[in-house]
């Protein structure tokens, strides 16, 4: 056979079904077109990035180069160290009033990972998964990925972007296998409280729904906001809920990846199961980092809690005082995202906003400032500005918004 036909021709690259149904993120046009224009020089203000600003404590990097130092450079258990599960189902007793055995208890590469990993553990296909809209932009695709289908419910400004039970009644359907709840929310910033919870609670008393609840940034509450745990508020949803958690926000441990599950213990076992064909285990001297994250000598978690506290405060009030811009003040997570819709129709700088994208678009082209447009988040109406950034940024980036709305 010729030399030309045995080569593996590019065009006949497979590449599945599964993988070609997932989109790249719809944030990163603006994204990379920010990191473009830094590159050129730009003064670009990002109020993109979801990580907080803060580098992660010492006494937790000093752990984990211990551990290294020690040998801890093998593969571990793959729900994790039984240390690490012990230490969490303290933590989740202590702080959470939550009873949890550490065998109901796995430890994984991020809570994005334990997301994932969750809904490959419990659902089937054709189920379907109540969402909530806002929603993080991870959910859907973890969703599909489980051959599930999103029930999206879409909330309203007047409730803060939170269902309501009748809401949420009215989305069930004979195939709901999940309700998705994620507070404090990305990218809301809205937290619910006790009451709310316990409302939504009693929807879901006598069907076999099971709640995912992503709790990744329960230590970001502000002002008087309290946070509970969904599987606190009852017996009955103690027992249908897989609650998710991590290291990532509380501690600045973005880039460490480590997130942990909680929950029925067949559930936990399945994904240990998974897990173990999968990733095999958590990074080994990364749970040694983590072991010691909860013991926070020196009170750093709350010290960037008030930071972002002050934060959340400013950036809405001054997003308030702008003409057309409706932002309810953020009670968690580090985000605002306001009501821009009064501007759409308009044409800024020559260009006309008719959505989300449009706007996040012409304003990061106009004024040198990154933020997220809410279309992917499952609300066009809306964009997202960070706030785990530094004062200095957030005012120059409120300040251009002002002028720029005025244009
Ligand atoms: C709602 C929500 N859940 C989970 C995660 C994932 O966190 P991790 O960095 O631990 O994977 C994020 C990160 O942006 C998030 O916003």
């Given amino acids: 056979m010729p030399r030309q036909q045995l080569l593996f021709r590019k065009d006949q ?56 130092k020690a040998g801890k450079t093998k593969y571990t258990p793959t729900p994790g160290i039984p240390e690490l599960r012990k230490a969490i189902a303290e933590k989740l007793q202590k702080e959470n009033n939550l009873n949890y055995k550490p065998e109901q208890i796995i430890v994984n590469l991020g809570a994005k990972h334990s997301v994932y990993e969750s809904m490959q553990a419990v659902l089937d296909e054709g189920d379907e998964v109540i969402v909530p809209a806002p929603y993080w932009v991870t959910y859907p695709e973890t969703i599909k990925l489980a051959g599930a289908v999103m029930k999206v419910v879409q909330t309203e400004l007047k409730n803060d972007y939170k269902i309501t039970p009748e809401q949420l009644k009215n989305a069930i359907t004979p195939k709901t296998a999940m309700f998705l709840l994620n507070s404090p929310n990305n990218p809301g910033g809205f937290t619910y409280s006790p009451d709310e919870l ?5 929807v879901l008393e006598g069907t076999n729904i099971m709640v995912l609840s992503d709790e990744i940034y329960e230590r970001l509450v502000y ?7 969904f599987a606190a508020v009852s017996d009955d949803a103690f027992n249908r809920t897989i609650t998710i958690n991590g290291f990532s926000k509380a501690y600045a441990m973005t880039g460490w990846r480590l997130g942990y599950v909680a929950g029925p213990i067949d559930v936990i076992k399945a994904m240990d199961r998974l897990q173990g ?11 040694s980092g983590a072991l010691v994250a909860f013991s926070d000598p020196n009170n750093e978690v709350e010290k960037m809690r008030i930071e972002f506290e002050k934060r959340a405060k400013y950036m809405s009030e001054r997003l308030n005082q702008m003409q057309g811009v409706k932002c309810p003040q953020p009670t968690g997570a580090f985000y ?8 759409f129709g308009r044409t800024i700088g020559g260009v006309k906003i008719n959505n989300s994208m449009d706007f996040a678009s012409a304003f990061l082209d106009q004024a040198s400032v990154a933020l997220v447009p809410g279309g992917p988040f499952g609300c066009d109406n809306n964009i997202r500005l960070s706030f785990a950034t530094s004062m200095e940024q957030i005012t120059k980036g409120l300040d251009r918004l002002e002028n720029w709305l005025k244009g």
């Fill in 13 to 68: 690259m497979k590449v599945s079904k599964r993988a070609q149904a997932v989109p790249p993120s719809a944030t990163m046009a603006v994204d990379t077109k920010a990191k473009e224009l830094k590159a050129k020089g730009v003064d670009v203000v990002g109020f993109g990035v979801g990580e907080p600003d803060f580098d992660t404590p010492n006494y937790i990097k000093d752990a984990a180069i211990a551990a290294i």
């Fill in 198 to 202: 316990k409302a939504l609670a009693k």
């Fill in 223 to 229: 002002g008087t906001t309290k946070f509970i745990s």
């Fill in 277 to 287: 064909h999968m990733t095999q285990n958590p990074v080994s001297f990364v749970q």
């Fill in 336 to 343: 605002c995202f306001p009501d821009i819709s009064a501007h």
